[in-house]
């Protein structure tokens, strides 16, 4: 950091002799220079060794390169700071060290560092620490004490040849009482630090997270969460409180926010710990300067942020947080207010940030009610202008039900709303918003409907019936009562005095229609069916969620018949079996005959194409069809469908035609599985025979 320097011009007169003064290199003057120099020792050293290991980054042309930090611990009892600089050559080190006041950094601002002091900060905390200097190609190791004479001394104690990059280390033991003020002190000084080093040595350091609430040009305030709780000034990485008392009274106010304001190096005079500014008229008049601008621009940002509000209720909430807001937003608007900054929206003057319930109503039949978070609904007294603030309108009977249910969701999400409720004519209503600064309202009916509560009634599951000759169908097996809910669901018939019923009102063969749906694969046993009396079977018809069984298994069959070829497999297996009744179970032996152009080789062909016909369903479908089954579903459940037996005559007449015209073949038939091969001669005989 350049350090200013004033030229003073002196008019002599007759005067004798002349001396300067000096200054005498003893131990009290290095104790005054190193260990009564600074009050907050621990923070000097992290910040003084920091500041230099930056600057010696910076002079590298490294600035994005970060240092190393180590911080003690009880298996390592030291603090260390590294960089990556320029290094330090053994003159340097022999002359920087051994020399106060002499510094490479008091004519640049590219540097935090001027005044030759930081290097020996160590010295306020211990009498003796480390110093590893490499500088190219070559490393040299110190050792820094306080000798018997109370002086600080520095020792040489070997150099190496190394392939590591240029840097110095600076390393000093620490005392177990003060790991904790290490890694605080830390915390303080680095958060502040545009490239934060690498630290390690202690798992428990973080550094605080600064958040930027409102900021300017070279300005900003923060949410105080770090280790500084007023305003600073930020220069070359490290912050310098602000003293109220040493500057005028009107920046009071702002001096007591987390504000930060960022000046460049050089910019204001420090002392000589570093710990504070020196405020010396001219860093005076610059930090007043600067406070004045960041006055200015909070004032036209305030004015920005009210003009972009639409309405006088955005502009009062704006206002009313500033109000009721943060720490720092109470501060902003005495500040302002204090400056004489007029709060208006489009002219008129913002002066309500609370409402009275009776006042806003007053000449109107509107009212105003509150949600509470329990749900009830009670008369408002008042209420602030926040955006929490939410209203709506009651157009519809169950107003009240509805916006609790959005209340309690928006709970729910984190919101917190504080919710009002105004009724009355359209005119009155109108009349209490406009009053209110025309806040946003919601219609009641824009919410949806509350689902109605679940209604309980009792039913009872089927659980088989009984065969005991001589019951009715009451004597099915319906188990024990139980309660159910309108949202429950499942599969129901209408019960009238435990006799099932079908929506036509007639009697149910309930045993023979599950029966025969579990045959079918429709209905497995695992499916419950429950018999609700008469009353509830037409409450929960209007439902939607209950399906009525007898009218679900007409469905089922239906589209079981369409899907499955029922029909067509019930007819073609009914062929099928016809053959077999009428020729035998055995196709292959007739096989010889298939080619033949006679009554024998018709009959045949014809039981081949059946036979593989019926195969390839099976084979489709997966399942033989159980006809008895499909006809006493269809019959019970109302399903008309074709079920007349397929007509055989033909195949019956080509039976009789074999039959006829070869007398002996019907010792063919159902005959075992002996080949017939003396029957296709017999056959081929008399077709000779007839032939001729």
Known sequence: MRISKEANTLERGDVGAETTFRIQANARAFSILSSNLYTDKITAVIRELSCNAWDSHVAAGKQGTPFDVHLPNALEPWF???DYGLGLSHAQVMDLYTTYFSST?????????????????????????????????????????????????????????????????????????????????????FQWFPNKPVVCGNRDFSLPQIHRVREGKGWYFTDGNHYTNQAVALMGSVAYPIKRDQVNRRYERLLY?????????????????????????TTVGVLETRLDAVLRELQEQVSTDFAKCTTMWEAQCLLHNMVYGSYAMRELKQMLTAGGFPFTWQGKNISATEFSARELCDNTKASISKLRDSGRREAAKYFNTTKRVT????????????VVAWQKDATAKGLAPEVYIISGEDADVNTVLTRLGNPPIALASGLPRNPRAAMKFKGRVWQGGRSTWGRSRKSDDWGSEKELTVGQGGLYVTTLNMDPQTPAGESLRMSDLVTSLSKLGILDNKTQIWGINKTNSRLIAE??????FTGWAKEQI???????????????????????????????????????????????????????????????????????????????AGVTADFKDPNMNHIIKMVGDVKRDYPLIRYAFNNGSEPLTDFVKYVEQVDAASNS
């Open 257 to 281: 926010q987390h504000l930060v304001v960022e000046f460049n190096i050089g910019e204001l005079d420090v002392a000589a710990s570093r710990e504070e500014l020196s405020y010396d008229p």
């Open 105 to 189: 950094k008091s004519d640049s601002n590219d540097y935090v560092g001027a005044l030759g002091l930081g290097s020996k900060s160590p010295f306020a905390y211990t009498s003796g620490f480390d110093v590893v200097s490499t500088f190219n190609g070559v490393q040299n190791s110190y050792a820094m004490f306080i000798n018997e004479r109370g002086e600080p001394s520095v020792a040489h104690l070997g150099s190496q040849d190394t392939s590591a990059p240029n840097g110095v280390m600076v390393k000093l033991p620490v005392k177990s009482d003060d790991f904790h003020n290490f890694r605080r002190s830390a915390q303080q000084v």
């Open 391 to 402: 209203f709506f309108r009651q157009d519809v009977n169950d107003t009240t039900s509805r």
């Open 558 to 636: 239906i589209s079981y018949l369409q899907g499955n070829q029922v029909l067509h497999r019930i007819k073609v297996a009914a062929e099928s079996r016809q053959f077999f009744n009428e020729v035998g179970r055995d196709i292959n032996r007739w096989q010889p005959f298939e080619k033949h152009t006679n009554s024998v080789g018709r009959m045949v062909r014809e039981w081949v194409r059946v036979t593989q016909e019926h195969a390839q369903l099976v084979k489709a479908h997966k399942t033989e069809i159980d006809p008895s089954a499909v006809r006493t579903a269809c019959a019970v």
């Open 80 to 82: 260390s700071v590294t």
């Open 543 to 548: 439902d939607g969620i209950w399906t009525e």
